[in-house]
């Protein structure tokens, strides 16, 4: 079955960095669009970057332009999302995302709280 794994969330100050990591396995990861996807308190989950199944097409929610960066290594089955000059704004749960066989698949989420 589809498995997600995300990693690297943590606590950082405003204008850090953090790199998120997503372990994907059950699937053929080298064929698939990859998402990552968050919730802010007390908001409904929203897209925040996504990438095609080689690579060489990404695209990102406005407010994170220029900051975030969708990443994949198809040889690791691994996607990532580097996250520069963190705002506040960005505090929210963070999930990898996969459509698969007629269905979106989660990963369980990381927590990044951006604070000083």
């Known amino acids: 079955q589809v498995q997600l794994v995300e990693s690297g969330g943590g606590l950082v100050q405003p204008g850090g960095s953090l790199t ?4 994907a396995s059950g699937f ?4 698939n669009i990859m998402n990552w996807y968050r919730r802010r308190p007390g908001m409904e989950r929203e897209l925040v970057a996504t990438i095609n199944h080689n690579g060489d097409v990404t695209n990102y929610i406005d407010p994170v332009k220029g900051r975030f960066t969708i990443s994949r290594e198809n040889a690791k089955n691994t996607v990532y999302l580097q996250m ?5 704004e960005d505090t ?3 999930y990898c ?3 698969y066989f007629g269905r979106r698949h989660w990963g369980q ?3 990044v709280t ?3």
Request: proline content about 4%; hydrophobic content about 35%.
């Open 20 to 23: 998120l990591s997503c372990a």
């Open 28 to 31: 053929t990861f080298s064929f």
């Open 84 to 88: 520069n000059s963190l705002k506040p």
């Open 92 to 94: 929210a749960v963070y």
């Open 97 to 99: 995302s996969v459509y």
């Open 109 to 111: 989420g990381t927590q």
């Open 114 to 116: 951006v604070s000083s």
